[in-house]
């Protein structure tokens, strides 16, 4: 299967200040991370706020560029943010926000939004962008009065499919879906992500899908990663990681997720904060929170291995681990 979208060993590092006059300090939003994705797959991100999730699916966007390894969409490196390929290319990829009320212009009426980025691609005359805005109203299940109305005169839920359609309108092979129901209630969480899917199965549209959430993400993902601190801790197939989770920190967090009508789990609650991302612990950035560390995990950083069911595992003590090649 060929890969719309790659990420080889990419990493992206911030300035930061200690204090009003304190030195700066490097800090690795993103550590050597590698990521696949095919056309019509999507690919779930999750782990805690401050992980490098938002991070990642900038730099995949290219909204952002590494510091080190290459992004490749459609098989080529991604351009500079801001040349004239970039801009061109930005119409086969599209980010879907987690709060749609500011993602839009509360002065436009939700079909101009929709047409925006029609106009900004130069897509088809004004009676064909006309046609294309009330169609994609329907597709995400807006009726024709909504194009009139200004966002704040929605609901969330029809704010939130408004965006999707906006998103829609160039015809994305790519979208990268940002935390995009969790301003939602449970309810209308389950309608938005439902549509997500079946417009994904229509269109054949890939989805980097970023969340918190691990229920949302098993739903909707053919493959689901998780980070921590700015790194992969384990990647594979959702119903291996979410069964059988290899890593202290996928168990923590599949140990938190609520089974209706099934016998309670017992949960594991980790102690303390994550590290500073600037202050990185040395070893295994897990190793201060993980109740089974050993002396290996707190001077030796586990590098991805794989599993003989796939799966990748950056853990010491992961079973039957086949080193990874350089």
């Not at 060929?2 to 800090?27: C, H, N, W």
């Not at 690919?43 to 991070?55: A, D, M, N, R, W």
């Not at 890593?247 to 609650?269: F, N, Q, T």
Request: with cysteine; glycine share 8%; hydrophobic share 40%.
């Amino acid at each position: 299967m060929t890969d719309l979208l790659e990420l080889a060993g990419v990493s992206r590092v911030y300035a930061s200040r200690r204090g009003l006059i304190g030195r700066a300090v490097a800090v690795r939003a993103v550590d050597d991370v590698s990521l696949r994705l095919a056309a019509g797959r999507t690919l779930g991100i999750v782990g805690e706020s401050g992980c490098g999730k938002s991070t990642t699916g900038r730099l995949a966007l290219g909204l952002e560029r590494p510091d080190q390894g290459i992004v490749r969409f459609e098989g080529e490196p991604m351009p500079a943010p801001g040349s004239p390929v970039w801009r061109r290319l930005r119409a086969r990829m599209q980010l879907v926000y987690q709060d749609p009320l500011g993602a839009m212009d509360r002065r436009l009426t939700i079909a101009t939004q929709i047409e925006e980025p029609l106009v900004i691609h130069d897509i088809g005359n004004a009676a064909e962008r006309r046609d294309r805005v009330a169609a994609l109203l329907r597709d995400v299940g807006l009726r024709p009065d909504h194009a009139a109305r200004h966002p704040h005169e929605l609901s969330g839920g029809q704010r939130q499919r408004a965006v999707l359609a906006r998103a829609l309108a160039t015809d994305p092979a790519l979208l990268v879906c940002d935390e995009p129901v969790s301003a939602l209630d449970v309810s209308i969480q389950a309608q938005v992500v439902n549509m997500l899917t079946d417009l994904q199965q229509a269109r054949g549209i890939a989805m980097l899908f970023i969340s918190h959430d691990l229920k949302v993400v098993r739903q909707v993902s053919h493959e689901v990663a998780v980070m921590y601190l700015g790194r992969t801790v384990e990647q594979g197939d959702p119903e291996a990681i979410f069964a059988d989770p290899v890593h202290p920190y996928s168990r923590a967090l599949v140990s938190a997720i609520p089974v209706p009508g099934a016998r309670r789990r017992e949960r594991i609650v980790l102690t303390g904060d994550p590290p500073n991302p600037a202050d990185r612990p040395k070893g295994c950035a897990f190793h201060p929170r993980c109740p089974v560390a050993v002396a290996a995990c707190r001077v030796e950083t586990p590098a991805l291995q794989t599993l003989p069911d796939g799966r990748e595992v950056a853990c010491h003590l992961a079973p039957g681990t086949i080193r990874k090649a350089a």
